[in-house]
């Protein structure tokens, strides 16, 4: 027997001795092309022109005259909790904390913070926006403090706590749809009272045609946070000591628990606030399905942009366009929708694929005989 | 007690609601022996969910369904074997792409194919044996599904326990180093682990759709993915614990279907969430029972490569 791994092949793996710069920022950029030729695949395989739908996805939201400026704005409004969302989680990911729970924290921040603004219907006050926004936030806070609390003290695994959550709070949103937070006058159907339409709560567009509001706003002071945290701060030092070197983390003086506590906390928090701004926003109230997923999109983000800061804002704008193209391609060429989001499920395996080189050099070797 | 429902017809449906469980949680099992932890069991179920209805309403035949669903999941698996043996990738990540990707290519394939009845699984004909009291009822009143997995816990345990085969997978999952000094081959054993973990998670969805629920609708598996990969903690990577929890996982699923049914006071939407619920509850009395030398048990148990990827430097 030799020991020698798949003896025959002409290819060969050499661990980079440190990561490749390059490689770091052309993995992602040679994920999404490679993403766009198999997807393109998909399309033709569909019985769509790939061509075709592929500008549909990513170039006529932006630039087709006559959806360009429908399109445009939702660009912000679906970017802006993908980044929130995904800031928080790679601030775990660095750190080795797995929070995938996301979708569950930003229910549960925008049940919260719904039901603090209802409890005030109908009166106008200047705070009960800003206090709805600090409820979000506790919401999702708290939601993720559950797998945190229960990592820390019973060494239970975060990552299927967490999803496991998930379920737990989407059945919540669903009893609180049709029973607490139900619209007194809306007839009996599902769904609270209209919060962006009661003044006090609502997350109104701040500047005109641009789809910016407050969560686009948050999601743009979160990246610089984000940024400036880990760049210039000893708590992002040790956040990224703990993911890439555990031991030499613990020596420095890392408190792993208080780390799994504070990043799965930020993590929670900004996903409850996503939830707060979409649901006074363009979700407008709470309802069975208010939720489209972003939370788990969030995930795609956070590594299409390298768990870096203004990656993940890039690969946010990025991840907008595909569902905002996904939406446009459904009804111009009757593409189906859960072809976008397998799509985006691809662009996933793609740039973990091509992660290798940022990693490890590929080497022609020359068929050597055993000795 | 349980608001006049039959305690035999209570324990059959119990068996019956934890075969999905019981496939997928026992594939994983096997996977995870071998060193690698594929977080997209909920993927690989949904696929085998789904690919298993199509071929089963095609050629009209449920065998052949179940084929097609463990085919679906295995093929899903070869994706992740690709990506953490050959690419190395970080098997938390792609697990995670697992799952999502599944979700989404499921709901593609089977759109098409919603509120169609796939064709019928009867139950086994034991003849005189299903008329005996209770035991009948219980015992044999099941199709062959759930015979099967009571079998492939019992084949997977034998087959760890006391063949070489098991003891090499064993070995590549406690050290990938060691084994490939004595000469294994360590990647193309893992991919045979998780490619068996693919069928059978596979298979366990081709079970929710052809037999639990039977119909095809998006998201169907709900989460009995994760189930499966927390009994699989639970289960300590033991085979026979792994049985045991997802029979109390099934108990508690029927027990609360049961309770809607007879209109219990607790609203349906906390009732639904009783199976998760216990599910973690489960999950921190096993992490912080204490083992040997004060660290968890599960954390002792646990095989000592997992989720490492292995790359042999010569």
Redesign the interface.
Known sequence: ??????GGAMLR?E?RPSPSRFWQWATPVLAVLLTMIAGGIMFAL?GKNPVEALRTIFWDPLFNAQFASYSRPQLLVKAGPLILIAIGLSLGFRAGI?N?GAEGQYIMGAILGAGVGLAFYPAEHWFIFPLMVVAGALGGWAWAMIPAI?KT?????E???S??????AQ??L??MAV?LLRNPEGGGFPGSRSLSKYAASSNPELIAGTGMHWGVVAAFVAVIGAYVLLQRHILGFHIKLAGQAPRAARFAGVNPQRLVVLCMGISGALAGLAGLFEVTGPAGQISIDFNVGYG??A??VA?LGRLNPIGILLAGLLMALTYIGGELAQFMLGL?A?????????L??FL??V??LT??RVRLAARKEAA | MFGGIDPSLLIASLIVASVPIILAAIGELVTERAGVLNLGVEGMMIMGAVCGFIAAVTTGSAVLGFLGGALGGALLSLIFAVLTQFLLANQVATGLALTLFGLGLSSLLGQSYVGIKPPLTPALPFGPLADIPFFGKVLFSHDWVVYFSVASVAAVWWVLKATRTGLVLRAVGESHDAAHALGYKVVRIRIGAIVFGGAMAGLGGAYVSLVRVPQWTDGITAGAGWIALAIVVFASWKPWRALIGAYLFGGITVLQLNLQVAGARIPVEYLSSAPYLITILVLVIMSSAKGRGGRGKVALNAPASLGQNFHASR
Do not use: E
């Not at chain 1, 027997?1 to 798949?6: A, E, L």
């Not at chain 1, 999803?163 to 737990?168: M, S, W």
């Not at chain 1, 859960?338 to 691809?346: L, P, T």
């Open positions: 027997m030799r020991p020698v791994q798949g793996l661990k569909l797995w995938i229960l003290r019973f060494n239970t695994n990552i299927l706590v999803l496991l959550l998930v379920y737990v059945n919540i669903a009893s029973g788990f999109t995930i795609i590594f189906p859960a072809a976008i989001q397998a799509f985006q499920g691809m996933l395996f973990l694929a992660d290798l990693n490890y």
